[in-house]
């Protein structure tokens, strides 16, 4: 079955600088790829994703890239702000509606 | 768009009670909703697929007696944790997968808010 590793499981960032979240993923069939931001006691929110015939999306401050030949794909969540601290978690899938498998998560702290 | 709510959001029970929780998508049909069971500071871990109309797909090592789905409509998804005990104790979420989408054969999933189980 899949498997997804992420890193780092912590991040500490400054207010304003960038902070980068990878995952790796082990089944070459996987092609959708989301992320989800969950704060203390709440549910995952869908924050952005990407299938595999793209390789980079944005959405305001953030995007994510994907490489399908190493299978990895990156969070990058640019001029990092207070209310962007919370654990992100990557996963995947072979298509988006069945199974995600989820990687560890990181625990994102934005310092003001 | 794409709303899922459940109900309680929190809960405390005796050892041996059952506990019902309902995950409801407010404005789509939800054909497949999946159920997760989270422990602190880990991640999200997939008890089950819920597909409206049949019986559940549990994974393995989640006992299907104790954790009963019941997905009865194309917007509620119920889990009843029969007998339950504090190692039941956790944060259970649910999902629900929207229609299909621009007609990729693609569609994605939203999560409900959590229904926090205590059991003493």
């Known amino acids: 079955g899949e498997n997804v590793e992420q890193h780092p499981s912590t991040l500490s960032v400054q207010e304003g600088d960038s902070a980068v979240i990878k995952c790796t993923y082990s089944?070459?069939?996987?092609?959708?790829f989301p992320w989800y931001k969950q704060e203390l006691g709440k549910g995952p929110q869908l924050i952005i994703d990407?299938?595999?015939?793209?390789g980079e999306k944005k959405d305001q401050r953030i995007a994510v890239t994907l490489n399908k030949t190493a299978k990895h794909f990156s969070l990058h969540i640019t001029e990092t702000q207070p209310e962007d601290s919370a654990v992100y978690f990557c996963?995947?899938?072979?298509?988006?509606?069945?199974?995600?498998?989820f990687g560890g998560g990181t625990r994102v702290l934005v310092k003001p | 768009g794409a709303v899922v709510s459940q109900h309680p959001s929190r809960v405390i029970c005796k050892s041996g009670t059952s506990v019902k929780i309902e995950c409801r998508s407010l404005?789509?049909?939800?054909?497949?909703m999946f159920w997760y069971r989270q422990f602190p500071k880990q991640s999200l871990m997939l008890m089950a697929t819920?597909?409206?109309?049949?019986?559940?797909?549990?994974e393995q090592g989640v006992e299907k007696d104790k954790f009963l789905i019941n997905h009865a409509s194309l917007t509620l998804s119920t889990l009843t944790v029969t007998s339950a005990h504090p190692e039941d104790s956790s944060f259970y979420i649910c999902?629900?997968?929207?229609?299909?989408?621009?007609?990729?054969?693609?569609?994605?999933?939203?999560f409900g808010p959590g229904t926090r189980l205590t059991v003493l």
């Open positions: 990407i299938r595999s015939n793209v």
């Open positions: 404005d789509f049909q939800a054909t497949t």
């Open positions: 999902s629900a997968r929207t229609g299909l989408a621009g007609g990729q054969g693609t569609d994605t999933q939203y």
């Open positions: 996963a995947a899938t072979q298509a988006a509606g069945n199974k995600l498998t």
């Open positions: 089944d070459s069939a996987s092609n959708y």
């Open positions: 819920s597909n409206e109309g049949s019986k559940a797909t549990y």
